[in-house]
Every structure is written in structure tokens, then in C-alpha cells.
Nanobody
Framework: QVELVESGGGSVKAGGSLRLSCAAS??????YGWFRQAPGKQREYVGA????????YFADSVKGRFTISKDSGKNAVYLQMNSLKPEDTAVYYC???????????????????WGQGTQVTVSS
């Protein structure tokens, strides 16, 4: 059974950093995405990584502040979040899929597997 387990959320002051982890059990996927959802808002694309090439892609709102990396040995991906802002406050989700094409990486409904989510709170 495939499972994505996230960890690393928490509370931080504006300007601080957090690193989220997403460990996949059962298999490795070709694409991993990060999404977030703030209260009362729709789920929003944050970024994605293509496993084989390590190429990463980001939403404009986080570009230059967030990075995504992977650890093949641990079958895990990481979302490093720097220069955090209060508007980054949300539940963050890891997602994975094997059938994505590049142009659909930002679309939540294209990912078949999801983690449970982890809360990130940034205070001013």
C-alpha cells in the first residue's frame, strides 16, 4: 500500500525557515508536488520535482524563497521554506503521481496520492 507521510510543520515568525519532509512508502513516483491550503481558500500549487531529473518548478508566490530536493536513499522529498511570510500560513500537502505531464504539474487533481498534510503557521 502506498503511503506518503509528511512531517516538519510548525510555527515560526516571519522571516524564519522550516523544512517539510515527505516520505513515500511502497514505491517511488516520477513526480512529487507540494500544495497548500489556507482556511477558506482553495488548495494552491506550491512546487514540484521530477524525480529522475531533479528538475524543480515553483509557483511565483514562493519562487526564490522555497526549494525542493530529494533523497533517493530515503525515498523522500523535502520542501525547504525560507523567508517565510504570514501569507504562507496553510496546511501543506505532499502529492505524488507517475502519470503527470509537465504542463499538468500545477493541477492538484492530476495527482493520485496525497499525504495527510502538515500545518505551517507564520506569525508577524
Amino acid at each position: 500500500q502506498v503511503e506518503l507521510v509528511e512531517s516538519g510543520g510548525g510555527s515560526v515568525k516571519a522571516g524564519g525557515s522550516l523544512r517539510l519532509s515527505c516520505a513515500a512508502s511502497g514505491r517511488t513516483f516520477s513526480w512529487y508536488g507540494w500544495f497548500r491550503q489556507a482556511p477558506g481558500k482553495q488548495r494552491e500549487y506550491v512546487g514540484a520535482i521530477r524525480w529522475s531529473s531533479r528538475h524543480t518548478y515553483f509557483a511565483d508566490s514562493v519562487k526564490g524563497r522555497f526549494t525542493i530536493s530529494k533523497d533517493s536513499g530515503k525515498n523522500a522529498v523535502y520542501l525547504q521554506m525560507n523567508s517565510l511570510k504570514p501569507e504562507d500560513t496553510a496546511v501543506y500537502y505532499c502529492a505524488a503521481d507517475n502519470g503527470l505531464i509537465l504542463s499538468s504539474r500545477e493541477m492538484a487533481d492530476q495527482y493520485d496520492y496525497w499525504g495527510q498534510g502538515t500545518q505551517v503557521t507564520v506569525s508577524s
